[in-house]
């Protein structure tokens, strides 16, 4: 429950008002179970000495299959992209018809596609948080400077992290 906790009053003014919680919000488990998410407000009443019930259901959706494949923009900038590519579709495929070749030989891009974004890109979003890590460390140490200590190729991969962030 959220908001005021007591759900009646009295109407009566000053000391000999009394509040109570005499409304309650009941569920048994099957409904627990399909709307995990139930939050519930005592809303206030100017009309009556019970307080009205706002109930938000926040169904939970399972998740069917893998995620939809999404094409990175940033993959182009790559030297290895266009390999990458062409490996999966000159590949050979004895099919029925020219559309389950190309069905057959997009399927396969797709998987390698994944597959090389998770091992060249893998996190972006980790990557920049342990660069941000690395640099607060340094700059706590204040043994030397950090701009004076930081190697070129630590500042080139950050922009290049981001810069392919800022692609997606």
Same mark, same amino acid.
């Given at each position: 429950? +959220? $908001?005021? =906790?007591?759900?009646?009053?009295?109407?009566?003014?000053?000391?000999?008002?009394s509040w109570a919680k005499?409304?309650?919000?009941?569920?048994? @488990?099957?409904?627990?179970?399909?709307?995990?998410?139930?939050? %519930?407000?005592?809303? @206030?009443?100017?009309?009556?000495? =019970?307080?009205?019930?706002?109930?938000?259901?926040?169904?939970?959706?399972?998740?069917?299959?893998?995620?939809?494949?999404?094409?990175?923009?940033?993959? !182009?900038? =790559?030297?290895?992209?266009?390999? !990458?590519?062409?490996?999966?579709?000159?590949?050979? /495929?004895? %099919?029925?018809?020219?559309?389950?070749?190309?069905?057959?030989?997009?399927?396969?891009?797709?998987?390698?596609?994944?597959v090389w974004n998770k091992?060249?890109? $893998?996190?972006?979003? $980790?990557?920049?948080? %342990?660069?941000? +890590?690395?640099?607060?460390?340094?700059?706590?140490s204040n043994k030397i400077?950090? /701009?004076?200590?930081?190697? @070129?190729?630590?500042?080139?991969?950050?922009?290049? /992290?981001?810069?392919?962030?800022?692609?997606?």
């Amino acid at each position: 429950m +959220e $908001g005021k =906790h007591l759900s009646w009053c009295n109407g009566h003014q000053g000391l000999a008002r009394s509040w109570a919680k005499l409304d309650r919000v009941l569920a048994n @488990n099957m409904f627990v179970s399909k709307f995990g998410g139930v939050v %519930a407000w005592f809303l @206030n009443s100017r009309t009556s000495d =019970h307080s009205l019930i706002l109930f938000q259901l926040v169904m939970k959706f399972k998740r069917y299959g893998p995620a939809s494949f999404r094409f990175q923009n940033m993959w !182009t900038s =790559h030297d290895d992209f266009l390999s !990458t590519v062409m490996r999966p579709w000159d590949e050979n /495929i004895v %099919a029925e018809s020219g559309l389950h070749v190309l069905a057959r030989k997009l399927i396969r891009l797709k998987v390698a596609l994944c597959v090389w974004n998770k091992e060249v890109f $893998g996190q972006v979003d $980790g990557h920049i948080r %342990a660069l941000e +890590e690395r640099v607060k460390v340094l700059d706590r140490s204040n043994k030397i400077s950090l /701009i004076q200590w930081m190697p @070129n190729w630590f500042l080139l991969k950050q922009n290049l /992290i981001l810069g392919s962030k800022e692609k997606r």
